[in-house]
């Protein structure tokens, strides 16, 4: 599993309220990524990270802001969610030596 | 922009079948395309990651082969076991210099093999 873990695994929160999800790596790896997956859309790129305080936006980045503050802990914050944001978000990583992506067990978020 | 077709999205085979997944790209400069397989609620686990330079690897049962050229790669899976019953996803990784390892990704291909 590359040393990923997500946290929390499953949440359900209000609409307007902020939520933060957080992805912790062990191997040290520059590269991490947020992505969300939803039935009929497949899996999305909502941002990115190429190092400390590196970030960018990917494919679906409105509505979510990032963090990474230390090498191990890419953070993905929801400002104000809302009920089209119910779905389910994976962080990945690359690999250093063969750029073969991992990914983590996911974070089921539920927005009523 | 780059888009990822799976042909067939599901697919249902007796057990001891092959069978043969389709992926396709639109945009030829890959650097390189993964396989992935993902199993109800779970995340996804890497199968293969082919190069865009190689025509294919090998891990076990499972082939993957790449033609960059004419955008299409294929997954062959030999003597099908039920336990190979899941969600089968490809994904392309761009060539240019900033991708920064971006994937873009198949809708995947639902496979059952049943007993």
């Known amino acids: 599993d590359a040393g990923i873990t997500q946290s929390p695994r499953h949440k359900v929160t209000e609409t307007g309220t902020p939520v933060t999800l957080r992805c912790h790596q062990t191997?040290?790896?520059?590269?991490m990524y947020w992505y969300r997956q939803d039935p009929g859309h497949g899996l999305r790129l909502i941002h990115y990270s190429y190092g400390v305080k590196d970030t960018d936006k990917g494919e679906v980045s409105d509505g979510y802001s990032v963090s990474r503050s230390k090498t191990e802990d890419f953070l993905l914050t929801l400002e104000s969610a809302t009920s089209s944001q119910t779905s389910v978000y994976f962080c990945?990583?690359?690999?250093?030596?063969?750029?073969?992506?991992?990914f983590g067990q996911g974070t089921r978020l539920t927005v009523v | 922009k780059q888009e990822v077709t799976q042909i067939p999205a599901a697919l249902s085979v007796p057990e001891g079948e092959n069978l043969v997944l389709n992926c396709s790209f639109t945009d030829s400069a890959i650097y390189n395309l993964q396989w992935f397989r993902q199993d109800p609620g779970k995340g996804l686990t890497s199968l293969l990651l082919?190069?865009?330079?190689?025509r294919e690897q090998t891990s076990g049962r499972l082939n993957a082969s790449l033609d960059k050229s004419s955008g299409r790669s294929t997954l062959y899976i030999a003597a099908s076991q039920p336990g190979d019953s899941a969600t089968y996803l490809c994904a392309v990784t761009p060539e240019v210099g900033t991708s920064y390892g971006k994937l873009t990704f198949g809708q995947g291909t639902i496979l059952t093999v049943h007993p």
């Open positions: 990945a990583i690359k690999g250093w030596v063969t750029d073969e992506a991992f």
């Open positions: 082919i190069q865009s330079s190689q």
């Open positions: 191997e040290n790896h520059r590269y």
